[in-house]
């Protein structure tokens, strides 16, 4: 057995580093289970480009848990580390580098140049998130990632676009999407819900005249930079609508509307109508920057006009709005657009030209305001969509695209979340259910440089549209294909690419494509599929498990969601963990710009990787938000990591000094004693428990039984009532019982500890280690229950004896009774069911409570006089406790009360525990007569070779202290061994 020292988590973790890196041990653990059942798990790429922050650590630890669980399951857990190198968030930071602030920038620098620098900073932070994989304990293959950027990889996006083409799933169409007018280019569906933020802004009544009348449509807009682009009001036309006047307008709007809007107001109805029969009705422009080529600024009749706000009037411009581009579709509306694609208005719009159009909405509410159109502005709160990466707010903009038809597959996309398993469950049909019933096509296409290239070429002389889904196919049609090859932007493009049916020269559609489809892909691109490895992959489809934060139900989740079912119609995973938010000690989303947060490295240098571990993995349920704050942490490494390391030091330390070696002097559990048998008994009550836990990811219940365990049953109770039995001198079949009980004890609990602190069980383990035992606890076993060591009635009955000391602990504490001073006698009125349970635990009753005796009544046979019994009654018994001290009482009470300093003294001198001492004690005289009989019992409790009265005591350590009322002064020095 290993010396245990102090715990020191940073030092000790960094041995166990080196011990699993120098003797290979997440290979050996891999290596050792092939053959077996696989589980498969898929990383989700992060992104390198930037430091890995606390969320990112807590993902690590939870797949980390999952994966090492499974693996000593007997489970084949391969697991490939991966880079997500493409999109908007490289090419973001690459801007800020060089100082650029428009694509014309970009375009000026260069898209070669620009593309070799976002290569570069893809990786700018690899040997942070690599260290902090490391440091963290989370065993993946780091050497060997897929990375997105690889040629590789993007030939087998390539080769999935291709099949998506073939079906018929890919196509060009003009339609209204969000787009970012800073990154300009348009957002997915799914990329939108990553960015949505309440905001409040003005929204605007605005009167449009009725051509030749003396009335106006009363119509309700939140954004007022679009009314210049208006060209058409809507109207449901199964709803009536008012005209009415109001003090001296007259105004059309819906009639349940007016209801609403001018309650306790007084107005007159004029005449009243359905939606239908204002269908056609002109009325007056609001501006006129553009005269348009077809017949605008009449009523139109749509059903998704709602009565649920505004004036049941809508405000329609085709250039802005989804529903607003279906429906100028359907009535022939023009569509006038004035908004350049950097989001600011073009030249015709001479009074707010260049300015960015929400910065405009102020200026035109006054202005409508100057000309009498405005009726009334309030505040209004909403959710708004930003940009998920630059926060800039986004612009609903008509223009051309690429798209996936993923809303023919709603129904398919559907069919396959049933079958996978989500936790938690509500997500299933809640979060993902909702936005997968309703998926819209995917914007495939974006107007960037540093992505994945859209592999579709159009014939410059017939017309031809091709997509090339290989890089054999792009060579063979390549007029001259380079040796050494780089798919992206501008080498792409630089390759000369013949039409198969007329010869002539193609180009290729100059975008790149959303960097959510190149992560989605990976569960097929990072084996090269369909061009090699199919074997492989075949093996590993559907993954067994994922995990990620829940902001990736609609990102990554989704996107691998989609491709699987459109190209595979399978779902691509079985099992998914979503991950709660990680939030600063307020309780607020953590963020760079506020840091607001503590760099993982400043935990792991003071409290150590296991008590961050400890602290994600039982604060909250794996789902729910959790706060990250080192007192936090702290917290859990006193509570727990502490007490498991000193219960652990303790029996190493007195298995060490009496040298106990379980090979040799190991005692059976049937041979060993009651407690002995209920601390195992409980011990595998808890590995059930946790194994069970551990099949719906409730990670926070199995760690929180084991918690309960270390503290409750092993620390508070098994060691405390069994450490006399390791204190005397002499070896007997009792203390073997209480080794053996503690190295069962601390064997398993190092192997059911494993996944969740997987450096401390280590350290346990390989201090308990010896010759025939696996070189590391990660490559042992998952411990299971043993039937035979399970006795519910033995735990019943410990449970009862607890309930009973507690109520004893309780009533001394209500009188002030401190527990080193014995008292007479405890008595418990109970059944006789509950004396049979507790009978065999009376001589623990006795000294957990400290009395002299423990009697057992079916009715209360003492007078209850209030200065010597005070009782307290708890569901099925009674308990009365002596309360009077007499002299003797008061004198044991005295001596284990001195024994509790010098032992203090013992330790502050920092003596091991076989040290011997002399010990010289001052007292009152009084007291001296009363201690005498107990001078045996301090040398003995203290390992005092003497014990001596002196008026003035000395030693190498001499303080005082006070016991209630009484001052004593204690002298201690070690004796040398040649004293001895």
Known sequence: MEEVGNYRPAEMEKEIL????????????????????????????????????????????????????????????????????????????????????SKQDIERYGVKRFN????????????????????????????????????????????????????????????????????????????????????????????????????????????????????????????????????????????????RLFKGEEYEILDRFMGRELEGKEYEPLFTYEKPDKKAWYVICADFVTMDEGTGIVHIAPAFGEEDYEAGKEYDLPVIQLVKKDGTFDDKVEPWKGMFVKDADPLIIEHLKERGLIFAVQDYTHDYPFCWRCDTPLLYYAMESWFIAVSKFRKQLLENNEAVEWYPSHVKHGRFGDFISEAKDWALSRDRYWGTPLPIWICEKCGNEICIGSVDELRNLSKEFPESYDLHKPFVDEIEVRCPRCNARMKREPYVIDCWYDSGSAFFAQWHYPFENKEMFDECFPVDFICEALDQTRGWFYSLMAISTLLFNSPPYRRVLTLGLVLDKEGQKMSKSKKNYLDPNYIFEREGADAMRWYFLSANAPWMPIRFYEDAIKEVLGRFIMTLW????????????????????????????????????????????????????????????????????????????????????????????????????????????????????????????????????????????????????????????????????????????????????????????????????????????????????????????????IMEKRDDMKVILDIELTDDLLAEGLSREIVRRIQAMRKEMDLEIEDRIRTEISIEESKIKLLKEWIDYIAGETRSVSVDFKESPKGELVKKWRIGDTEVTIGIEKVKDSEL
């Open 116 to 259: 070799e620098e976002c290569r570069k900073s893809t990786f700018q932070y690899e040997h942070e998130w690599v260290e902090m994989t490391r440091r963290v304990g989370f065993w993946i293959d780091m050497e060997n990632p897929y990375i997105t950027l690889d040629n590789e990889y993007i030939e087998s996006v390539w080769w999935s676009l291709k099949r998506l083409w073939e079906k018929g799933y890919l196509y060009k169409g003009y339609k209204v999407v969000p787009y970012c007018p800073r990154c300009g280019t348009a957002l997915s569906a799914h990329e939108v819900a990553q960015g949505y933020k309440s905001v409040t802004e003005p929204s605007i009544f605005v009167k449009f005249k009725v051509k030749g009348e003396d009335a106006s449509f009363l119509a309700w807009t939140t954004t007022p930079w679009t009314l210049l682009s208006n060209v058409a009001l809507a109207v449901h036309p199964d709803e009536p609508y008012l005209k009415i006047r109001y003090r001296d307008e007259i105004l059309i709007l819906a009639e349940e509307r007016v209801a």
């Open 646 to 869: 000193n219960s652990f030091r303790f029996y190493i330390s007195y298995a060490k000094l009496d040298g106990f070696d379980p090979r040799k002097k190991y005692v059976h559990l049937d041979e060993r004693k009651g407690i002995d048998r209920w601390v195992m008994s409980r011990l595998h009550a808890t590995v059930r428990e946790v194994r069970k836990s551990m099949e719906g990811f409730e990670i926070h219940k199995a760690t929180r039984s084991i918690e309960s365990f270390v503290i409750d049953d092993l620390s508070n109770w098994y060691i405390r009532r069994s450490r006399k039995r390791l204190w005397v001198e002499e070896e007997n079949e009792d203390k073997l019982s209480c080794y053996s009980t503690l190295h069962d004890v601390f064997l398993t609990l190092s192997r059911l500890l494993a996944p969740f602190v997987p450096f401390i069980a280590e350290a346990i383990y390989q201090r308990m280690r010896y010759e025939g035992m696996k070189e590391s606890v990660h490559l042992c076993d998952y411990p299971d229950f043993d039937e035979d060591c399970l006795d519910e009635e033995l735990e019943d009955a410990m449970e009862k004896v607890r309930e009973i000391a507690d109520i004893g602990r309780s009533l001394r504490g209500k009188v002030g009774i401190k527990i080193r001073y014995p008292l007479r006698e405890l008595i418990v009125v109970c059944e006789e069911d509950v004396e049979r349970k507790v009978k065999g635990f009376v001589d623990l009753l006795r000294e957990e409570i400290n009395v002299k005796k423990v009697s057992f009544s079916r009715r209360e046979g003492h007078k209850m006089e209030p200065s010597r019994y």
């Open 18 to 101: 080196d011990f699993w890196e120098r003797e290979r041990i997440f290979e050996k653990s891999l290596k050792q289970r092939e053959g077996s059942k696989p589980f498969i798990f898929l990383e989700g790429p992060p992104t390198a480009n930037g430091t890995p922050h606390p969320g990112h650590v807590l993902t690590r630890i939870m797949k980390d848990v999952v994966l090492r669980y499974y693996t000593m399951l007997g489970y084949h857990v391969p697991r490939r580390a991966g880079w997500d190198t493409h999109g908007l968030p490289v090419e973001i930071e690459v801007e800020k580098k060089l100082g650029l602030k």
